[in-house]
């Protein structure tokens, strides 16, 4: 069982920054792709950036490309998100995820685990 919980989340003004974490209880943390996707209302939920278990090739939608940036501590088990110079429609909610053996183009259909998310709120 792998269990996901987010932090970080708050309210920033536009142009501002926040930096989101997602410790994992797993295993085997290096073994897994993690990503970040995001549900804003009445929306769908989107992703954001993925890092994959295979190598450090992350993949970044192309709306976050340039001001966020994903890592991970495998040693800690814990995955950050890097936000910078957000804007007002980067408000959601956002949900960590991870799967195992999943591709870092992979859809939110194909990860198995999800942490509660947490909100980030841009003000304009």
């Known amino acids: 069982q792998v269990q996901l919980v987010e932090s970080g989340g708050g309210l920033v003004q536009a142009g501002g920054s926040l930096r989101l974490s997602c410790a994992a209880s797993?295993?085997?943390?290096?073994?897994?792709?993690m990503g970040w996707f995001r549900q804003a209302p009445g929306m769908g939920r989107v992703f954001v950036a993925a890092l994959p278990w295979s190598d450090n090739s992350a993949n970044y939608a192309d709306s976050v490309k340039g001001r966020f940036t994903i890592s991970r501590d495998n040693a800690n088990k814990i995955m950050y998100l890097q936000m910078n110079n957000l804007k007002p429609e980067d408000t959601a909610v956002y949900y960590c995820?991870?799967?195992?053996?999943?591709?870092?183009?992979?859809?939110?259909?194909?990860?198995?685990?999800w942490g509660q998310g947490t909100q980030v709120t841009v003000s304009s």
């Open positions: 995820a991870a799967g195992f053996m999943v591709a870092a183009t992979a859809p939110a259909a194909r990860y198995t685990y």
């Open positions: 797993v295993r085997t943390f290096s073994s897994v792709t």
